[in-house]
């Protein structure tokens, strides 16, 4: 993992699509601060087609395709994403599953659940569980005390017991069943809404993140960014960024938003000349 400074001129102007991780990458302990959101409506004027890829549930995800800033979402780890059409004036919802296996994944889901409580003292479900859709989000730090990483580890082990799919965020354990990920619905979504093939124009997107949760998008684009707080999981992490920022969360974010713009022609003055 390189500083951001690395990141040159040449390749910050391939850059057309900026794919980014919300909780830890945007936010800064829970809240969604006004330089995170500022960076996003930039890269919006600056003509980069831009979208949240995220662990949070439909609910928010519809709030955010509709009000923020943003081309569409990806969420609950790739389970759909929502586009708002703005010339038709709706909503487009895409689903990795229909509506009857997302049904039927959802009592599957609640035994997981059943077993998680059980087993695990201190964890809980997630607050923003009833806005979900296709998965189960447990909480092991947001809304409780923190758990000791044996315990997360055992909360991802329930899971896969059950014969789900678990990936660990910076704040919550979340499982499905399914083989869509982060990375396999953006591709979609890329594809769908704008043409874009991203094996053949991966040099285009950079995707920046935080947690191992991100890691299917890190191991794939060659120009993915962590936020400085990924270095919290040095170790953990299948795949790591390319490149680091100095700050963490929502200021590493600008920090890329800023040199991402630069390459287009304005001067930021922190960026180290290549």
């Not at 990375?183 to 935080?210: E, N, P, W, Y």
């Amino acid at each position: 993992m390189r500083p951001l400074a690395d990141f040159t001129t040449l390749d910050r102007r391939k850059i057309a699509v900026v794919l980014t991780d919300i909780d830890d990458t945007l936010t800064d302990r829970g809240r969604l601060p006004a330089k995170a959101y500022a960076a996003l409506e930039r890269l919006k004027q600056a003509g980069f087609i831009v979208a949240p890829v995220t662990g949070r549930p439909a609910g928010w995800c519809d709030l955010i395709a509709r009000q923020w800033p943003v081309d569409g979402v990806i969420g609950e780890n790739g389970a759909f994403y929502f586009r708002y059409d703005d010339a038709a004036k709706r909503i487009v919802r895409h689903y990795a599953k229909s509506a009857a296996e997302r049904q039927a994944d959802a009592a599957r889901l609640r035994e997981i659940e059943q077993t998680v409580l059980r087993e695990v003292p201190g964890a809980a479900v997630a607050a923003d569980q009833p806005y979900r859709e296709a998965d189960l989000a447990i909480d092991f730090c947001e809304d409780v005390a923190p758990l000791p990483r044996t315990e997360v580890l055992k909360v991802v082990g329930i899971f896969q017991r059950y014969g789900a799919t678990a990936k660990i965020s910076s704040i919550h354990v979340n499982g499905w069943f399914g083989k869509y990920d982060k990375l396999s619905t953006s591709r979609l979504f890329l594809q769908d809404c704008f043409g874009i093939d991203i094996d053949h124009d991966k040099d285009s997107i950079a995707f920046v993140g935080d947690s191992p949760n991100d890691a299917p998008m890190f191991g794939f684009f060659p120009n993915s960014v962590g936020v400085a707080n990924v270095l919290d999981f040095a170790g953990e992490l299948p795949a790591s960024p390319a490149f680091v920022t100095s700050g963490r969360g929502a200021q590493g974010f600008a920090e890329l938003a800023d040199a991402l713009i630069a390459a287009k022609g304005m001067e930021v003055s922190w960026i180290k000349a290549d």
